[in-house]
């Protein structure tokens, strides 16, 4: 059973400009800002009732959004769905002949499952689904609390701080990439 849209995830070249219309614009609130090491990108999240919008920022070049953003620059990346029970839903989206980019839902981290559909067979649209594990409400909030508090020591400010957090992040990614290794 599919519970609600969890999140619709918005690729972007610099989610600080884009924040300039989701947030000040449009006038979602900013719920936290987080880099995603595993998947290369930056993630700010946007909660819009009992769903959110996610716009990503890839950070490293040789990732799938970095290449979805050059082939086919800004825009919708997915939208995941909230189901019930994953596998069952896999197995009866395989019966029925979709196309499944997983077949077997990928375990992140603390336990949750999510698993992409091809847009082959959704008219188009990457579709993400995902099952919430009973303890991940309150590891979000943990990693929310977590990431306030970094944000806090490092700007003062939780919130306002975020665009410069975001800027040090890249003034420090950069100065990573510019340090020449040694041989
Ligand atoms: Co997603």
Redesign the pocket.
Known sequence: MIRRIN?I?IVVPDVEEALSFYQDSLGLELSHVEPNEEQGVIVAFLPAGKSEV?LVEPVESDTGVARFLSKRGPGLH?I?FEVDDIQTTLDRLAARGVELINREPIIGTGGKK?AFIHPHSTHGVLI?L?EVTPEEPARRRERVLKWRRRLSTQRRVAIAGVRAFLRALRQSRAETVATPRKP
Request: net charge negative; charged share 25%; with cysteine.
């Open positions: 999140h995830a996610e997915h995941c999510a993400e995902y």
